[in-house]
């Protein structure tokens, strides 16, 4: 019965010096220099991104419509010229 009674003891003194070790205060000023950093970098989310991917993807398939477009364009101006006198 004495077993887990020091198992006990002994888990929550080993908690009480995580909880006080500097370990605590090390890991929140490194996630602050962190946030930091990244607060001064330009970065965007996730979502922000997905939207400009999507806008790109859309740009690039009517760039692809308009080239087509122009060259049929072209080849029509082409063969007028080619029947011309």
Do not use: W, Y
Not at 25 to 53: H, M, P, W, Y
């Amino acid at each position: 019965m004495t077993a887990p009674r020091i198992f006990d003891e002994i888990g929550s003194k080993l908690s009480e010096l995580v909880a006080n070790s500097p370990v605590r205060d090390v890991e929140k000023n490194i996630k602050a220099v962190l946030s930091g950093a990244f607060d001064k970098l330009d970065l965007v989310t996730r979502e922000e991104f997905e939207v400009q991917r999507e806008m790109l993807a859309h740009a690039r398939q009517r760039l692809a419509e308009l080239e087509a477009r122009v060259a049929v364009l072209e080849s029509e101006i082409a063969t007028r010229d080619d029947v011309a006198p």
